[in-house]
């Protein structure tokens, strides 16, 4: 048995407040039995000591001592108790004792010692228990002490018969409750070695398996139901990793293998000048493509990993959308492509990271541009919508296939892979866009139509208080 399990500690803890509990029951009810009994024996003593009150009053002054003994013995009768009972006045001399108290000579005290509460006590007397009561009682001016006894062996039997009752039946109560209580535990948790031996089989090539779901409704489910939402976590993200990292290598290996192979081919033998600097030339350019594919890689695994944080602060967007709107319009006019800019002149103030704004805006200006053809249109708007700043990048292109549509913010997804290669994608600028999007708390969506263009559209928070005085982003805002 092990001794550090939940089974045998949920058995101990069982077992140990079932015991204090039947101790305490079996306490509390020979106790409050014994309470009872006494006080139905101390009531029947109240009674005959003012039945011996009622008739010394009625007959003291008429009789003789030697009539009121015989008056006594008379009234002796009318106890359950018989003749046990003894009256002496303030001198001690007895008025009435009977033949059993005075053969065992008890005690009796004087009516100046009796206080004026009514005096219980137990004496054995002979060999057998005895309630007694003493009682002052003033008849006719002068004080008597009536003192009343009963015989208690029955009820200390009864008593001690109970007693033994409980001390044998509560031990054997509480070994059935534990033998019960470590089997009902033992059922109650065999789902959790079910849980367990599952949970063990599950690895990476197994991470598909999901546990069996109890339908007890307790925590037990509740734990497997967490346990396999869990799983599909883990599996997600597994799956996420390995499919990223081979997209890493497989579009690591194309810049690598022509970097290798034109260096190759440019040492294999002398070349002139001109055919030197066009390999360096190949080389430098796959180099940068490198280059750009590893620093996008890393910004996408900085978060991944945790250690990547914005730095938000008030950031004034209208500003920053019009220094970025110059950097596409450069980009567009380099392709032939026209390029329209609208934003609102009131102030769009944001709370945000600016280089990581600016770097979304410039992925879907770039995005953009790319897929339009020369004599296209690109636009980029900008608006305040019910406390939110709405950013909308449109072009004229060749648009997005529906079915690659919800995909497009996937890592090294690409709808036309060649076509993107050729124009330096990776297939990683929308995924680094979306997460830019969403560690400022915003939105961010797609809508497309081959052939006719797409319209990205980003909602962003708008802070609530305008920027402070002095902020570098607060010089020329529009009015």
């Not at 206080?115 to 004496?123: D, I, L, T, V, W």
């Not at 967007?317 to 980009?331: D, K, M, V």
Request: aromatic share 6%.
């Amino acid at each position: 048995m092990n001794t550090r399990s939940i089974r045998f500690r949920l058995t101990v803890w069982y077992t140990a407040v079932l015991g204090f509990a039947l101790l305490a029951f079996a306490a509390g009810t020979w106790l409050a039995m014994r309470h009872s009994l006494y006080a139905a024996v101390d009531d029947s003593l109240r009674d005959r000591a003012e039945g011996v009150r009622r008739f010394m009053y009625a007959q003291i002054e008429a009789l003789s001592i030697e009539e009121i003994r015989d008056e006594f013995k008379e009234h002796s009768v009318l106890g359950p108790a018989g003749d046990l009972f003894q009256v002496c006045d303030a001198k001690g001399a007895w008025l009435y004792r009977s033949a059993a108290l005075e053969s065992a000579q008890v005690p009796i005290l004087l009516p100046k010692d009796v206080s004026a509460k009514p005096h219980f006590e137990n004496r054995l007397i002979q060999n057998t228990p005895l309630r007694l009561f003493s009682r002052e009682v003033v008849v006719r001016g002068k004080p008597y002490t009536v003192q009343i006894a009963a015989p208690m062996h029955e009820i200390d039997e009864a008593l001690e018969d109970v007693r033994w009752i409980l001390l044998f039946l509560a031990p054997a109560l509480l070994a059935v409750a534990s033998l019960g209580g470590y089997w009902l535990s033992g059922r109650a948790l065999n789902p959790v070695d079910a849980i367990t031996r599952a949970a063990r089989s599950i690895n990476a090539q197994s991470l598909s398996h999901r546990l069996e779901i109890p339908k007890t409704g307790d925590e037990l489910q509740r734990l497997s139901e967490t346990l396999n939402e869990m799983l599909d976590r883990l599996e997600d993200s597994f799956h996420r990793v390995t499919r990223f990292t081979a997209d890493a290598s497989h579009e690591l290996r194309t810049p690598v293998a022509l970097i290798r192979t034109t260096s190759e081919l440019a040492l294999r033998r002398t070349r002139s000048a001109e055919e030197y600097e066009t390999a360096l030339r190949q080389v430098l350019s796959e180099s940068e493509r490198t280059s750009a594919l590893i620093e996008n890689l890393l910004t996408l695994a900085r978060p991944d990993s945790g250690s990547e944080s914005l730095d938000k602060r008030p950031l004034d967007l209208l500003q920053l959308l019009r220094e970025t709107a110059s950097q596409g319009e450069t980009l567009a006019l380099g392709r032939g492509i026209r390029f329209a800019f609208e934003a609102d002149s009131a102030p769009l103030i944001i709370l945000g990271d600016g280089p990581a704004v600016r770097r979304l805006i410039l992925i879907l200006l770039d995005n953009a541009v790319k897929y339009t053809p020369e004599g296209g249109e690109v636009a980029l708007r900008a608006a305040g919508d019910q406390g939110f700043v709405r950013i909308e990048v449109r072009d004229t292109g060749v648009g997005i296939a529906q079915t690659d549509l919800p995909h497009i913010f996937e890592r090294f997804y690409r709808a036309d892979a060649a076509r993107s290669r050729q124009s330096g994608g990776a297939g990683l600028g929308l995924a680094i866009a979306k997460w830019i999007v969403e560690q400022h708390g915003g939105h961010i969506e797609a809508e497309s139509e081959l052939g006719r263009g797409s319209t990205f559209r980003v909602r962003l928070l708008q802070a609530s208080s305008a920027l402070p005085t002095g902020h570098p982003g607060s010089a020329g805002l529009s009015t």
